[in-house]
């Protein structure tokens, strides 16, 4: 994932992240992350869509169901 520096944030600017990182109880990392998103109209997923999606990937799935072994191994590779 790229990295990003912030330079000559206005002070009163990091204050009010801060506090607002504080807030909903995230990092400053994070609550930047979600302020940029919002910004550029980034939406994420809620879980009733993420249930909703993953319900029609399995429904178009048409070979046998995988073992856990079989995942595990799929896990392990994307990691890798």
Same mark, same amino acid.
């Given at each position: 994932?790229?990295?990003?520096?912030?330079?000559?944030?206005?002070?009163?600017?990091?204050?009010?992240?801060?506090?607002? &990182?504080?807030?909903?109880?995230?990092? $400053?990392?994070?609550?930047? !992350?979600?302020?940029?998103? %919002? @910004?550029?109209?980034?939406?994420?997923?809620?879980?009733?869509?993420?249930?909703?999606?993953?319900?029609?990937?399995? &429904?178009?799935?048409?070979?046998?169901? $995988?073992?856990?072994?079989? !995942?595990?191994?799929?896990? %392990? @590779?994307?990691?890798?």
């Amino acid at each position: 994932m790229p990295t990003l520096t912030v330079k000559n944030l206005p002070q009163e600017t990091y204050e009010r992240l801060k506090g607002s &990182a504080k807030a909903h109880r995230r990092s $400053l990392n994070s609550e930047l !992350i979600v302020c940029i998103e %919002r @910004a550029l109209g980034v939406r994420s997923l809620s879980a009733r869509e993420i249930r909703q999606r993953a319900a029609e990937l399995r &429904a178009g799935w048409e070979g046998p169901p $995988l073992t856990l072994a079989e !995942i595990d191994e799929a896990k %392990r @590779a994307g990691r890798a």
